[in-house]
């Protein structure tokens, strides 16, 4: 089934959030992130770990039998690293369920529209901008228009995105935007001032050690570095 928030008749908004922490440098943004997706990487975790098995037994059986049909590719929950070309065909895979993108540092992915071929770049930011409202599209190449082929459509897309940046390259690439890609996020900016100490607290290693991860107590520790 799709959630989604009903504004009038026939517009409907998906909740595809795009969040994005916004810090210096040492800032800790990474560790805020990791909090944030430990859930979900740790259910892809176990989808893939199972895929991962049935690659296997699929190998073996092989052996005996030539005939054998390998899996099918996995639904995925969340990716890191990636092209416009697999994201889509992973949401064609996951058929409506939603997919995280999420990376360390944003520079990376909004500074790497048009890698593999410059002439795309304006492409891929437009099918990003698709992407957030949730609509979907059907992409077209002449040497895939033949009787028999397959249509392509991205349909019911719903991908959140979260990451962290800092100040001065995200007004770089906001003064260089000229279809509000940026824009689209809520940014949450860190406070400036540094923590006064660094440690590495019991409960933040124990948080670690569980694939469904406990709640931190807010100590008096946790309160004086946030």
């Known amino acids: 089934f799709e959630l989604g928030l009903v504004l009038s008749s026939g517009w409907m908004v998906k909740p595809a959030i795009w969040g994005a922490v916004l ?95 410059k002439s795309s770049e304006g492409s891929e930011r437009s099918r990003w901008c698709q992407l957030y409202e949730g609509r979907g599209y059907r992409r077209i190449r002449s040497k895939e228009m033949v009787k028999g082929s397959k249509s392509d459509r991205i349909q019911r897309p719903l991908v959140p995105v979260c990451g962290a940046i800092q100040p001065d390259v995200l007004m770089s690439l906001m003064e260089n935007s000229a279809d509000g890609l940026e824009a689209r996020f809520i940014y949450a900016r860190l406070p400036l001032r540094q923590p006064r100490i660094r440690f590495d607290p019991p409960e933040v290693r124990d948080f670690y050690r569980y694939e469904a991860a406990p709640a931190l107590p807010l100590t008096e520790q946790l309160d004086d570095l946030y």
């Open 23 to 117: 810090g210096d440098v040492g800032s800790q943004k990474t560790f805020i992130i990791d909090i944030a997706t430990s859930p979900i990487v740790a259910m892809d975790d176990r989808i893939q770990d199972d895929y991962d098995r049935q690659v296997r037994e699929w190998e073996a059986d092989k052996k005996v039998n030539d005939k054998a049909e390998p899996p099918e590719l996995p639904q995925a929950m969340c990716i890191t690293d990636f092209t416009m070309e697999a994201v889509e065909k992973q949401l064609k895979i996951n058929m409506g369920l939603g997919l995280l993108v999420y990376t360390d540092e944003l520079k990376t992915w909004l500074g790497g529209f048009g890698r593999y071929n």
